[in-house]
């Protein structure tokens, strides 16, 4: 049976301790990360923001002997964060640009002002401002459910604008 002192004492604050486990473990992270986006700049970016959030969520693990594991999930969800953060980048760059090369600014504006004033609200919380849905429902007060329906539609319609040349 394995002495978990090293993790006792980084779950009890001494990060000299929690350090020395990073270093432990740093290959063994930083393929993980690697795996996850398969390129060096993102796996590192996803390496810095997990080490901030283990070490701030760090007290909250109850057993010293779970510490590895609990890194590692920590590591996941923070590459999946960063996955998801990075499709809506995506998404919000295809709308400001659009599918075609020929989409100016002017035509997306436009294309945003053809929208009940309700979706424009919408497109502005979720894509100018990258609020979650979750945010977008508590601040309108309305489901979250309803953000994403309203969401889509509006999405389908500015598609519709874009990707069938409707200029309805």
């Not at 690697?34 to 969520?57: G, H, M, P, V």
């Not at 590591?75 to 640009?97: A, F, G």
């Not at 945010?135 to 990707?163: D, M, Q, W």
Request: aromatic share 12%.
């Amino acid at each position: 049976m394995q002495n978990f002192e090293r993790e006792k004492k980084a779950i009890d604050g001494d990060k000299s301790a929690f350090l020395e486990l990073l270093e432990m473990y740093e290959d063994t992270h930083y393929r993980i990360a690697f795996s996850y986006f398969k390129n060096e700049y993102d796996a590192l970016d996803a390496i810095q923001e997990f080490t901030y959030r283990s070490l701030k969520k760090l007290h909250t693990v109850k057993k010293p002997e779970y510490l590895s594991t609990w890194l590692i999930r920590v590591l996941l969800n923070v590459c999946h964060d960063m996955q998801k953060k990075k499709k809506r980048l995506e998404l919000h760059e295809s709308i400001e640009i659009g599918q075609h090369n020929d989409c100016s600014y002017l035509e997306l504006s436009e294309a945003i002002s053809k929208l009940s004033p309700e979706q424009q609200h919408l497109i502005y919380l979720k894509y100018f401002q990258d609020l979650k849905n979750e945010e977008i429902a508590s601040e309108i007060n309305i489901p979250e459910g309803t953000v994403k329906s309203r969401l889509h539609n509006a999405l389908r319609k500015l598609r519709y604008f874009f990707g069938e040349g409707g200029q309805s």
